[in-house]
């Protein structure tokens, strides 16, 4: 199957989106009464369950981020590591790259999970900390190659010439990295977002969807409130 065929038309689209099924199921349940006082357990627990039952890419989800003007943007990273007991997520990319400009302008972000076999949606939303050149190191150096040498090859969201220009960067990246193994580009970051909120919402098309949040709350026993949200 391609995607280079005929026009499609937006009422054919809109056709088939309408009967294209969405929270199919069979969908597991969530009790909020058995979700614990902190959020970090939860995630932990959904993120092992969408592992264990082979949702696809559980672990890829969407950074949103701010301009200094205001303006956001998103896109779709890979999470590189969790603290469950802050509860805090990681994630890496180029400090030059548009969502290295907005951190660098605008230190919040929200993170965003969908596992549509679950009919399960995680939202974290937080201040975003910048790790030091030892955690960017670590990070940088424990990947495969192809991704070390694209590291190295040119600059993220800086407008590209074409793909010759492409190739020709990408070839001197692979001698780099074969000639200096232990380089780890300039703006190779880390950046940590350390959760302010938490919202967990089940999909349960019969008996209605579920939603609940964690706000923290330096006030509140366990450091967090926990409130139900109207669907
Ligand atoms: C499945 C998937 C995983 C990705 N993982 C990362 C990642 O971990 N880090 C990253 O910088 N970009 C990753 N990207 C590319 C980003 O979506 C994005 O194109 C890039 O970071 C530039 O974004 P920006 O111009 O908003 O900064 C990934 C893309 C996909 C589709």
Known sequence: MTDDQAPVTADAL????RSAPVLAGPLPSFDPATAGPEPGPLFARWLAYALDDG???PHVMTLSTADAGGRPSARVLMLRGVDLDRPAFDFASDAASRKGR???DRPRAALTWY?????RQIRVNGPVETLDRAAARRDFLGRREASRVAGFTGVMSAPLEGRTAYEEARRRAAGHVAAHPDDVPEGHTVYRLVADDAEFWQAAPAQGHVRLRYTRDPAAPGGWTRTLLWP
């Open 115 to 119: 596992w549509p076999r679950h009919g």
């Open 14 to 17: 809109r056709e088939r989106m």
């Open 102 to 104: 907005d951190l660098a």
């Open 55 to 57: 949702v696809p890419e």
